[in-house]
């Protein structure tokens, strides 16, 4: 007897051959399989007689085949099998396959099929071998002026079967080589009447609430659709499912994080006064009320852990170091981690900068860097001294160091701290959802030299996240938004080039250049694939020796991609930001989040491949001059104008995010990390409501049963989810 649990192994039907292929896909059990959801349907629904009205659409038609064929064309090495069949009215529908002549022994001149596809006129024949087909279709073609209707690959079914290939909304699995669609709709078919004993983790109350179906309907819907509404109700189900979980597992962290202890830092009123009205600039709105929630946090005994989300260029590094002075003020060491090397001495160097009038010694602690600024030496970093690892390692377990700044380096066992009371971590959009959850526990795990006590911790971002996004993903963390840019920013100008323009933006770019300003050259992936293949060195290779040869022969360009090791890459940009290279022709995975104000133009090649956002995250690495700064978007497929078009309207990174979260749904903001959320529910998070009544849900359930101990389901689902994914 079959269960739910039953390996699939165990099913008849399906042989060790296809066992292999579904283990791939991580199924294993007949749960696994039925939870296996399609990600797109084909319409079908539509069964009607032939007609010109539905040319064009995609339809089913149902009638008796009068004519079926297999010809093979030898020369070509293919076989064409057709088959003719006649509806109701008396019209043919030629239906033709190339390289199936299988589909043949289905169909037997007499018997009835339903065919679904794309219909189609044909017509006149082409092939002169085909005059001596069937006088039927001849008089049909007659009537139709030589036209008929056709078909070219449609799914296919017998009229006596089920409707399970045709007729209806078709399901379509994600297939990898050695399963097809078709064959898992059949074994998902066979399997689905199991699913009424799969066991229900939302509660009967809150599927009541809401009215969302049961899990077997759910699954039932979401397989074999009887229609689209139906389809919706069983997609929202899951995906508040999920978002349930997500929800729950949230505030776990979030309670978990609360019951720790951490020191209370008094607020400096005077101090942060001084400090402020002594900045070369007034603070924005955003960031004085970011500045506020933060030192706030500081004073409870409890640690915070706060997102500082904000666009490239809105002013993270001065909310930062206003934090960290409160903190060292009061006493404590505060450290600060970037992920690279480069972005960790760029940090350093602002800092030392920031602070230069006051008394605070800082440290940069990276795999290469050993330095040390301390009030007995000079600031900027060319005065900072050089020290061997263990003498500065002491010097920060004694507390002579206030600030340490560094990369992972930061978080290795033999750095101690005296007593360590915040941590900021600057991702530049580095560290995934992932990397950030264990980077969180390392933070707690961290010898601040106060076993009671942990750290409270600042993470910074600056890809703008939408807000519904945040809180569906970083309900654990609360967030403080700078959505303001300092008031003295020329905004880019941004302008789609096509490719006639092309040659006139390589002379502005000259022209720019000569003046002494610098440029980046960005190429897209040409696979889409996580990561940088070959394929795609190549080609940023030859185009850095295009430009090098053709375009800018009196100019230096620097070559940057992702099969570079570590230390090259920050070679590559250290040389380009010392004005080694005019021009840096990149990849995209590579970062660029450095700080080079002298780069004035950036022109992004076949733009339309990346996301609004991820455009701007680009537009991102110029503008921060004083001069004018140009962005130079290739466009070479004219479909993608509109909404490319987007970002040469707005500067504004909540604005692109919020609309590229609509057109693209939300797995782009998490990099190249993936979620682990399933597409259902990331289709739905652009939903603000379905987030927000999952999350009061979650809050109510926890509030009457923290433990989950009367819903023991969800307990053990939610252990399996947060297996999966980190929403730290
Ligand atoms: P990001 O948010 O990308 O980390 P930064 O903190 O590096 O941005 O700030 C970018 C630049 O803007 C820095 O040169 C900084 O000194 C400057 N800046 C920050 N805040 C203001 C402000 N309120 N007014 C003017 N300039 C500012
Ligand atoms: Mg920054």
Not at 99 to 127: C, D, H, W
Not at 459 to 476: K, N, V, W, Y
Not at 580 to 593: A, Q
Not at 610 to 615: D, K, R, Y
Request: proline share 4%; aromatic share 8%.
């Amino acid at each position: 007897m079959l269960d739910i649990n039953t390996s699939l192994k165990s099913v008849p039907r399906i042989t060790p051959k296809y066992i292999r292929v579904m283990e791939k896909l991580g199924l294993f059990t007949i749960k696994d399989l039925l939870f296996y959801l399609p990600f797109r349907y084909d319409d079908f629904s539509k069964i009607v007689p032939l007609s010109n009205d539905f040319v064009g659409q995609a339809i089913t038609v149902e009638g008796k085949i009068t004519k079926a064929k297999n010809n093979r064309l030898f020369r070509r090495k293919m076989t064409i099998t057709e088959i003719i069949l006649e509806d109701e009215n008396e019209n043919l529908l030629k239906a033709v396959w190339f390289n199936q002549p299988y589909i043949l022994e289905n169909f037997p001149v007499g018997s009835t099929a339903r065919f679904s596809g794309k219909l189609g006129m044909s017509g006149p024949a082409s092939t002169r071998g085909d005059n001596r087909s069937s006088t039927r279709l001849d008089s049909a073609r007659q009537a139709r002026g030589g036209k008929y209707f056709s078909m070219s690959n449609p799914a296919f079914e017998k009229s006596t079967r089920d409707t399970t290939n045709t007729g209806r909304l078709v399901p379509i699995y994600s297939e990898t080589s050695g399963i097809t669609s078709k064959w898992i709709r059949w074994q998902i078919k066979t399997l689905l009447p199991l699913a009424k004993n799969i066991p229900d983790i939302l509660p009967e109350e809150i599927r009541k609430k809401y009215s969302l179906p049961d899990i077997y309907t759910t699954l039932l819907q979401i397989h074999f659709p009887d229609d689209m509404e139906k389809l919706l109700r069983a997609q929202k189900r899951m995906a508040f499912q999920e978002m349930f979980l997500v929800q729950i597992r949230t505030l776990e962290i979030r309670k978990n994080w609360e019951e720790k202890d951490s020191n209370k830092i008094e607020f400096n009123e005077k101090l942060i006064k001084k400090f402020t009205l002594e900045l070369p600039f007034k603070l924005t709105d955003a960031q004085r009320k970011a500045t506020f929630e933060i030192l706030k946090d500081l004073e409870k005994p409890r640690p915070m852990n706060r997102l500082l989300n904000g666009d490239v260029g809105s002013g993270k590094t001065i909310v930062a170091a206003i934090s960290a002075l409160q903190t060292i003020s009061a006493g404590y060491q505060t450290a600060l981690m970037a992920p690279t090397e480069v972005l960790a001495r760029q940090h350093f160097e602002s800092f030392c900068e920031i602070f230069k009038d006051y008394n605070i010694n800082i440290a940069l602690l990276t795999s290469s860097y050993k330095l040390i600024s301390s009030k007995d030496t000079e600031c900027p970093i060319g005065h900072s001294v050089s020290k061997d690892r263990g003498e500065l390692l002491k010097e920060i377990s004694d507390g002579k160091i206030n600030l340490v700044i560094g990369t992972h380096a930061l978080i290795q066992k033999d750095v101690k701290f005296k007593n360590l009371a915040l941590v900021i971590i600057d991702e530049q959009h580095r560290f995934g959802v992932a990397q950030r959850a264990t980077l969180q526990s390392e933070t707690m795990n961290l010898d601040d030299g106060n076993k009671k006590a942990i750290p409270h911790l600042l993470t910074m971002t600056a890809t703008p996240i939408p807000r519904t996004l945040a809180i569906a993903f970083f309900g654990s963390l609360d967030l403080s938004i700078l959505d303001e840019m300092p008031k003295n920013r020329k905004p880019i100008i941004t302008k789609i080039i096509t490719p006639s323009e092309r040659n006139n933006i390589y002379e502005f770019i000259k022209s720019e250049i000569k003046k002494g300003q610098q440029a980046f050259v960005i190429l897209p992936l040409i696979e889409e694939s996580l990561s940088e293949s070959m394929v795609d060195v190549k080609a940023v290779k030859e185009e850095h020796a295009r430009l090098s040869r053709v375009i800018f022969p009196e100019f230096k360009l620097g070559l940057l991609h992702g099969k570079l090791k570590a230390k090259e890459k920050e070679d590559v940009m250290e040389k380009f930001k010392n004005k080694e290279f005019d021009i840096l022709v990149s990849t995209s995975v590579v970062e660029v989040g450095i700080d080079i104000p002298n780069a004035t133009v950036i022109l992004i090649e076949n733009c339309e491949r990346f996301g609004l956002t991820q455009l701007h995250q680009f537009r991102g690495r110029v503008g921060r001059g004083k001069e004018q700064s140009y962005c130079f978007l290739f466009l070479s497929s004219r479909d993608a104008i509109n909404r490319v078009s987007t970002l040469e309207k707005t500067n504004d990174g909540f604005e692109i995010s919020e609309h590229d979260l609509k057109l693209r749904g939300p797995g782009q903001f998490f990099g190249t990390i993936q979620s682990g959320l399933p597409d259902i529910a990331m289709k739905h998070l652009s939903n603000v409501k379905l987030i927000k009544f999952a999350r009061t849900e979650a809050k109510d359930l926890l509030e009457v049963d923290p433990k989950l101990k009367g819903h023991p389901l969800l307990a053990d689902a939610l252990k399996k989810f947060s297996e999966k994914i980190h929403l730290e």
